[in-house]
């Protein structure tokens, strides 16, 4: 009979996959339940790993954790790589943030202010030093800014190379889905479900909907820019992330909305605004229209540690838009959780006890290793959740 595991995750994606590769090579059992790794919001998002650009008004918490995620890429890329030998389309160019019109450059002057005011690298540039750097760009765009720090990853190749690193730190990947977790059996259960958390959990993850285009340069070469693109493009705000193969993301709309509907609309405003910041762009094939869903929360911000009343089970889940620069901080935090049972400081702003009265907040048991944590030794019928 095959030992009862130490670790389950519910859920394939990068940070369920992260999680796993993270616990598995500090020798646990882990198993990750998914039947389609990778197929969810990962398989639609750019992969900008952006904790400048991404860094808004009134979330000044989940910017400090956005800015120690994206310090970790370059080590965790590289331990990928040489982990499995995949190139993952880790890029370290920089982002350009620019303003088509005036009043998209007092817009977006108005966020780099309070980006500077926090301490992030935020360089303002007049529209010759724009152009001296990516040439292409409208000679209609008013200004703009470069966040040297926020790089990219493409998730297609990240989420099969963080499979590989998991099974070969000895992870295993079972194909079935996951509908309560009563019917798991492990010593933790790591929720890292995205919106299917919400069924799992009664946690507030919601579905956002963001639809977005891939296009491709002609002839197969690499596009004419190599920065990743931020603009404000007549009011309308879009994304444009350069692969090395030719590739072009264009993105995102953000609809409070469950379906994966490609709208003519949203292709339109997509290619419009694209258009103008780029103008050579209008030659290039359209490959893919596609519709993916963020797990979203109530204040935009991943829950992350265990769940009220449920000793055993850990939420790393609600990550909306930054799952991807996410990835490295909430797989080595998790992971530290189940191993020693001390919380990082890191998750206090982010633990799930922040939706639910005070009076149910999630008290510590024993770690895998014996240790106080979210773990092992709670009776076994008390961490399921039907």
């Known amino acids: 009979m095959l030992s009862r595991p130490d670790v389950a ?3 394939a994606g990068p940070v369920g996959l992260g999680i796993a590769w993270r616990c598995a090579a500090r020798g646990l059992r882990v198993v990750v339940h998914d039947p ?20 808004y008004f009134g979330e000044h918490e989940l910017t400090g954790l956005l800015t120690a995620s994206a310090a970790r890429w370059p080590a965790f890329a590289a331990e990928l790589t040489a982990a499995t030998g995949a190139d993952i389309g880790y890029r370290s160019e920089g982002t350009l943030m620019v303003g088509l019109t005036a ?15 926090l301490g992030l690298p935020v360089t303002p540039l007049r529209p010759s030093a724009l152009r001296d750097r990516e040439p292409a760009l409208a000679p209609r765009v008013r200004g703009g800014a470069f966040a040297a720090t926020d790089h990219q990853v493409d998730p297609r190749r990240l989420v099969p190379a963080l499979r590989v690193a998991a099974e070969r730190a000895g992870a295993a ?25 919400a069924a799992l959990t009664g946690l507030p993850v919601r579905p956002v909907k963001g639809q977005v285009l891939r296009l491709r340069a002609p002839g197969g070469v690499a596009p004419g820019f190599r920065h990743v693109i931020r603009g404000y493009a007549d009011g309308e705000h879009v994304y444009l992330v350069p692969r090395h193969d030719g590739e072009v993301v264009v993105g995102a709309t953000v609809e409070e909305r469950a379906d994966t509907d490609v709208s003519a609309g949203a292709v339109l405003r997509l290619l419009r605004a694209a258009v103008d910041l780029l103008p050579e762009l209008a030659e290039y094939d359209l490959i ?3 519709a993916g869903l963020r797990p979203g929360t109530p204040d935009n911000a991943p829950i992350l540690g265990p769940l009220p009343d449920r000793p055993g089970v850990l939420a790393a889940t609600g990550h909306h838009r930054h799952g991807i620069v996410l990835t490295p901080v909430t ?35 024993p770690a895998v290793d014996g240790r106080t944590g979210p773990g092992a030794s709670a009776p076994e019928e008390e961490h399921t959740w039907n």
């Open 36 to 55: 389609a790794p990778g197929s969810g919001a990962s398989h639609v998002a750019a992969g900008m790993l952006a904790p400048v650009a991404e860094a």
């Open 288 to 290: 893919e229209a596609i």
């Open 9 to 11: 995750v519910v859920g």
């Open 173 to 197: 990947l079972v194909p079935t889905a996951v509908r309560r977790l009563s019917d798991v059996d492990a010593r933790v259960t790591v929720v890292a479900a995205g919106c299917g958390a």
């Open 103 to 117: 009043d998209d450059l007092a817009e977006a002057r108005r966020l780099w202010a309070y980006q500077q005011g």
């Open 331 to 365: 797989a080595d935090l998790i992971a530290d959780l189940v191993v020693t049972g001390a919380a990082d400081p890191l998750l206090a702003p982010f633990t799930p006890d922040r939706f639910a009265p005070a009076a149910t907040v999630a008290t510590a048991a």
